[in-house]
């Protein structure tokens, strides 16, 4: 059957995580209804965490509603947020009236706009309140898992507060002022909360930033300690039935393990303007290495891409498992190997032809060889007026060729954290060119692209980058963000300047006050 790596406690979730959501309702329901189900609910949260198998199970509800196509199952990856970095091709045809031209072109006032921010400010803030309650349940209630799981409980907690993290750093990367250059300052609530009762505690951007950082070295800690990637393999780990640790353990690159929190420690540092931090983190990544003294994890493109792994599955540090991916990416973001059939309808994200050489222009001495020009694109997808219109194919497979092991952890992945972007960050932070090279020679390499010449100054070398993670992380959510950090006047295809007010979303009205800009 082809499902996610979650199917096992999938049944035995859902149950859980209903109740979750019904505690998490405070964001969306009214007082009243609230106060007509807190009593059955506080007796189910009571009943759901009487035992090991109840945390586990709030965990695997956790990563659903993480995963749902609202946040980073297609929202803040593929589609939204990537029109917000006006990556899509917008067709004329399209007003703003509809999300994809509101969205691209930063008409926020809009309907359309306005109720795909709300979706997604509303799922953020659900996953992190269901967050909120398996924790405050397990500082309150871990110790009835027994001696023989408390490893196994630091791990949930570990990955727990590392998803918090997540979600509160992009809601800061969305919502919040610029970190560097800005006139505007905003407040954002980082939440602790768990109830209609509690409200969160609304911080400056240097204060939230701190309570990220709290997040993250606890996480760090809990993980270091009782991760099992710190003593096994990806690899192994994506074989369940090989070792004495419990089943629920493996398969960590579709969790929050350890180097995926590392890694989201080094994309938040450079975003906060801690270069340093960020560099340290990224090449503590890239050299570490097993009990054995091999890598931890590689680049893989060049491995991955010939084979149809188009999310570089290898490379991942955290991706999530998705079995209907292919329900709903394919219809989005077209994909596939068509050939001429015309797909390219209006409301579907791709990209002109145009725009496919925009984003390669920089590579010089042809692109004969570069595997990501050559692998992650399907060029021969046509408009119904026989034009080309390029579609990206990183969420596309073969489903007749992929066997049941691959579609679980080589096809039906959303990439999260991956080992390129740590390449990316530590190039972007490095202070000499001779360093600047060697990473970039490496990162190359794994593109299967080797034309180049060497960059004469890093001023040179840093500038090109901006291109690179264009191509690199196209259709995975992050482009947006480094625009913002960098304060940038003009963003690749966008047809106007864009200003700061472009970059800080409107929190939707809610039971919190959102008239919190200054």
């Known amino acids: 059957m082809k499902r996610n790596i979650f199917n096992k406690v999938k049944i035995s979730a859902a149950g859980a995580f209903s109740c979750l959501l019904l505690l998490t309702s405070s964001l969306l329901t009214s007082c009243e209804d609230w106060l007509d189900v807190q009593g059955e609910n506080t007796q189910k949260e009571i009943d759901m965490f009487d035992e090991y198998k109840g945390f586990r199970d709030a965990l695997t509800g956790c990563y659903l509603s993480f995963s749902s196509q609202n946040l980073y199952g297609m929202k803040l990856t593929m589609t939204d947020i990537e029109n917000l970095a006006c990556l899509w091709y917008v067709d004329n045809s399209i007003t703003d009236e509809q999300a994809f031209g509101a969205l691209s072109r930063h008409k926020y006032d809009t309907d359309a706009a306005r109720g795909s921010i709300k979706s997604i400010y509303k799922e953020l803030f659900s996953t992190i309140v269901a967050v909120n309650v398996l924790l405050k349940n397990i500082d309150e209630n871990g110790d009835i898992v027994g001696k023989e799981n408390i490893r196994n409980i630091n791990v949930i907690k570990g990955e727990a507060l590392a998803m918090r993290a997540y979600c509160q750093f992009d809601f800061l990367r969305l919502f919040g002022q610029l970190p ?84 989201l420690h080094a994309r938040m540092s450079l975003y906060v303007g801690d270069t340093s931090d960020a560099n340290n983190i990224a090449k503590d990544i890239i050299n570490a290495k097993t009990e054995s003294g091999q890598p931890v994890i590689s680049l893989s493109g060049a491995n991955d891409l010939v084979k149809g792994y188009y999310g570089l599955p290898n490379e991942c540090l955290f991706f999530l498992s998705k079995y209907d991916l292919m329900s709903y990416a394919t219809n989005a973001l077209i994909g596939g190997t068509q050939g001429s059939t015309p797909l390219a309808r209006a409301g579907a994200y791709y990209i002109s032809t145009q725009q496919l050489n925009d984003l390669y222009a920089s590579i010089s001495g042809g692109l004969g060889s570069h595997n990501r020009y050559n692998y992650l694109w399907n060029m021969n997808n046509y408009s119904p007026s026989n034009v080309k219109f390029p579609a990206i194919k990183k969420y596309w497979y073969d489903e007749e060729k992929a066997s049941d092991y691959d579609l679980v952890t080589k096809h039906q992945i959303v990439p999260m954290l ?44 840093k500038d090109e980058l901006i291109n690179e993670y264009r191509r690199e992380l196209f259709a995975e959510g992050q482009m947006f963000f480094y625009y913002k950090r960098t304060g940038a006047t003009k963003m690749m295809w966008s047809k106007t300047a864009v200003n700061e007010d472009d970059y800080i979303l409107p929190m939707p009205s809610s039971e919190y006050d959102p008239s919190l800009k200054n």
């Open 418 to 461: 991956r080992l390129s972007e740590i390449y990316l960050i530590a190039m972007e932070t490095s202070n000499t060119l001779d360093e600047f090279q060697r990473l970039y020679d490496e990162y190359m390499l794994s593109c299967s692209y080797t034309l180049y010449k060497p960059f004469e100054t890093l001023k040179e070398a």
């Open 180 to 263: 560097k250059g800005g006139t505007k300052t905003v407040k954002l609530p980082y939440s602790y909360t768990t109830s209609i009762d509690e409200f969160p505690t609304f911080y400056d951007f240097n204060a939230y930033v701190e309570c990220l950082k709290k997040d993250l070295a606890q996480a760090e800690e809990l993980l270091k300690a009782n991760d099992p990637i710190m003593t096994s393999t990806f690899s192994a780990l994506n074989s369940p039935g090989k070792s004495v640790i419990d089943t629920y353990l493996y398969y960590r690159q579709a969790r929050l393990n350890y180097w995926a929190v590392r890694a």
